[in-house]
């Protein structure tokens, strides 16, 4: 939506577009009541205006378009119908003569890019395919005389990077290919040789800006150019109104080319004049011998403007045509300079926003903290989580690495296994068997690490990178399919032990892989056909398992929930879960049943499993490719959910394996009490010593008064475990959005600002809100809530 934007009205689109373009079925975006080519064409009243494909442009223009066959452009699921809708009409079309004006938007090969990348075997046949409707339509225009004075414009409004995302800075994002066809411009430039030879950052032939295409259909369809156009007419296809052409084409005069530069640059005048409104530009108090080329800013423009019209006024001078070549040079330099200086100004800041949005931020840390015992901080434990908080918000303000951010986690991992070891090490010192047993368990978790970091490479410095997924995958399939299989296997002995553990063992072993192996065959299909079979049965059997036991209950509805989340992954990162698997096992070890330990655990793998499903900080890696799964059409609530949890599947899944982790504290903790209470020990403040069962903190928690027996349910809920877990993690995610709002106030003038920060803004409130409000906090509380329910 955001490029489309560009491409009709000529301006620069505001960062808010991109959270619109997600927002299928919004009508904030509308440009109905804007200036537009399509608007121009419109009003031109000289044949009907008719648009196939991507329904965007109907949300955009509502009621513009006489003749629409649209189609939801994030279906990306589909590469043949949805292109098919659209040739389906290019024949009789051709055959009209009632139109002025035909959009057709081809969604399919953008499709593929998300589903499978730009190198997908799909790609070349889709791309010939596209040659053959090109070929279609300018046979038409040469064969057909009415339509010899037709422009075919082909351009891409993005490209796509290695993954077949976008939405980067990325050349291959922001390098789509742009050609003006007409059977007129035969005479026009030199011949190139087509294909070309691939250049890295795709430097073909010239570069313009999207917004170029406003101001140059303007000017070869003769309409006026759009009011809020910051484009400039392109300096190659003047060349139609040269020497040569005109004895071509008669009725071309050379007096338009100098009209339609001189209109373009008058255009972009006036968008400069109502940007900047200050007297002082508009005196003419500046001698223009005081105007300098080398420094133009925006009261520059103003005075090279004043120099430009006093040669556009000499007759003299601009009767001679080499003259007039050199005053249209300048002025194609001046127009340039100009949409230069309105990019750059595109998007306004108000500090006072900002500024509110910061202490709203600072508030909420600070609730966080005053709802912490002070005594946690003084342990190992309490300054490892400050320091690990301190050194996140600080690298907020560094674009470097704001981008390369996994390295931070993936180094965190490692070096927090080297804490919890260090922990067990001074607890079993005295039994070398356990000590010895716990160095394996943290090899092992090294091991997994390094695997699980490797497995997808992600960043920007790194992207592209040999990784397991894209360079040994590929050489050897028969590997992945194994280590699917087995993740699936591993899952369905989880099925028979949690969910179907009250059937016989035949009828639980059946029902484990049949559901097991439908979520396989389902990854196996790219449509949505199986998919409503899986979800009610899926529903059915947790509301089996809902009446039994408390914690078999809980860790049932982890296992179905790992099974879904593994429908909503590509199929190369499955195996990642069994590596997942075993991590949650060892590191139930290390944590040795203490709360906080636990919650810093999740944290830190949230969001390493985060950056090892091939995510980023970038707008280009949201996968969009299993948003529909189980989707017939687009609903936006059943769309947005799945989306979130197919990029979040990591993080969603540490959740909750980490709530069944504080499932084992709380059980410990109680079974501590009890052991107390047989020995006449007061287990009163066993809740307040939660946050740090350190021997220092139980002694300062046995000092209160409080019955343990008189705790309801609610306050067990409150200040146990759970409560540890969800003040400690909102503590770090407030903290962190605080850092990531006061980066992106800091550095709002930043070189980087709409490529780094903003998009990690974007990025810490789907932390904040989706992952911390709705799974950590909503599902967390539940499922932590099922779990204790039998205590």
Not at 337 to 344: D, G, K, L, P, T
Not at 734 to 742: E, G, K, P, Q, T
Request: contains cysteine; proline residues 4%.
């Amino acid at each position: 939506m955001p490029r489309v934007k560009a491409i009709t009205t000529g301006s620069v689109p505001t960062f808010l577009d991109v959270i619109l373009n997600f927002m299928e079925s919004d009508t904030t975006s509308s440009l109905a009541n804007q200036d537009t080519w399509l608007a121009q064409m419109k009003a031109k009243k000289s044949g009907k205006l008719l648009m196939y494909g991507d329904d965007t442009w109907l949300k955009l223009f509502p009621e513009t378009f006489d003749r629409a066959d649209g189609t939801s452009s994030f279906f990306v699921s589909d590469f043949t119908e949805v292109d098919n809708n659209v040739t389906r009409h290019i024949p009789d079309e051709l055959k009209n003569t009632d139109w002025n004006t035909m959009v057709l938007h081809y969604l399919g090969l953008d499709h593929i890019g998300h589903k499978a990348g730009p190198h997908s075997p799909n790609m070349l046949p889709k791309q010939k395919e596209m040659d053959g409707i090109v070929r279609l339509i300018y046979d038409a225009m040469v064969r057909e005389s009415y339509l010899e004075d037709t422009l075919l414009v082909l351009c891409g409004d993005h490209g796509m990077n290695d993954g077949g995302n976008h939405g980067g800075s990325s050349p291959g994002e922001t390098s789509p290919a742009l050609v003006f066809v007409s059977p007129k411009f035969k005479g026009i430039g030199q011949r190139r040789e087509s294909p070309t030879t691939p250049e890295q950052d795709l430097d073909y032939y010239t570069k313009v800006e999207q917004s170029d295409i406003v101001p140059t259909l303007a000017g070869l369809l003769g309409f006026p150019v759009p009011l809020n156009n910051v484009g400039v007419f392109i300096p190659e296809l003047l060349q139609y109104w040269s020497k040569d052409v005109r004895k071509l084409y008669p009725g071309v005069a050379h007096h338009e080319k100098l009209q339609l530069v001189a209109e373009n640059r008058q255009q972009l005048l006036d968008v400069v004049s109502a940007k900047y409104r200050d007297p002082k530009y508009f005196s003419h108090g500046t001698p223009q011998d005081q105007c300098d080329w080398s420094n133009m800013d925006d009261d520059d423009l103003i005075c090279q403007d004043a120099k430009l019209k006093n040669i556009a006024n000499n007759h003299s001078a601009m009767s001679d045509e080499n003259l007039q070549e050199l005053y249209i040079e300048w002025t194609i330099d001046w127009c340039r300079e100009a949409q230069r200086v309105m990019s750059s100004a595109a998007t306004e800041y108000s500090v006072l926003l900002l500024g509110s949005g910061i202490l709203v931020a600072t508030i909420a840390v600070l609730l966080s903290v005053s709802n912490l015992p002070s005594q946690w901080l003084r342990g190992p434990t309490g300054f490892v989580f400050v320091a690990m908080t301190g050194a996140y918000s600080a690298m907020m303000f560094a674009s470097s690495y704001v981008e390369e951010e996994q390295q931070f986690w993936y180094w965190l991992a490692a070096a927090w296994v080297a804490f919890l070891t260090a922990k067990r090490f001074q607890r079993v010192r005295r039994n070398r068997a356990s000590a010895v047993k716990d160095a394996i368990s943290a090899l092992v978790l090294l091991v997994l690490l390094r695997t699980i970091t490797r497995w997808n490479q992600t960043g920007q410095k790194y992207a592209g990178a040999p990784d397991i997924t894209h360079t040994l995958f590929p050489t050897y399939p028969i590997l992945m399919w194994t280590m699917v299989t087995m993740t699936y296997t591993d899952l369905a002995r989880k099925l028979i032990r949690h969910v179907f553990h009250r059937w016989t063992h035949k009828v639980a072993s059946a029902a484990a892989f049949g559901l097991s192996v439908l979520s396989l065959f389902f990854k196996l299909s790219f449509t949505s056909a199986d998919a409503p079979e899986l979800c009610p049965l899926a529903f059915r059997v947790l509301a089996q398992i809902l009446n039994r036991g408390a914690r078999k209950t809980a860790e049932g509805i982890h296992v179905l929930l790992t099974l879904f989340l593994m429908t909503q992954v590509h199929v190369q990162n499955i195996p990642l879960f069994l590596g997942f698997n075993v991590l949650h096992r060892i590191f139930g070890q290390l944590v040795d049943g203490q709360p906080l330990l636990t919650t810093i655990t999740m944290i830190i793998l949230t969001h390493v499993s985060f950056f090892a499903l091939e995510n980023s900080n970038a707008i280009s890696s949201i996968d969009l490719s299993n948003a529909y799964n189980g989707v017939s059409g687009y609903n936006a609530l059943a769309v947005g959910m799945l989306l979130f949890l197919s990029n979040w599947a990591g993080p969603v899944w540490w959740t909750s394996a980490g709530i069944l982790m504080q499932l084992d504290c709380k059980e410990r903790l109680e079974n501590t009490a009890a052991s107390r209470k047989g020995l006449g020990q007061d287990g009163g403040n066993l809740e307040r010593g939660a946050l740090s069962p350190t021997p220092s903190s139980r002694r300062a928690a046995s000092s209160g008064a409080a019955n343990h027996s008189s705790l309801s349910r609610v306050g067990n809920l409150g200040k146990g475990p759970l409560f540890t877990h969800l003040a400690v993690s909102t503590l770090f995610m407030s903290a962190s959005m605080l850092a990531v709002m006061a980066a992106c106030t800091v550095l709002r003038t930043h070189l980087f600002i709409w490529t780094v920060f903003s998009p990690k803004y974007l990025y810490s409130m789907a932390w904040c809100l989706a992952w911390h409000l709705g799974i950590n906090i909503g599902l967390g509380s539940l499922l932590y809530a099922i779990g204790a329910a039998g205590s």
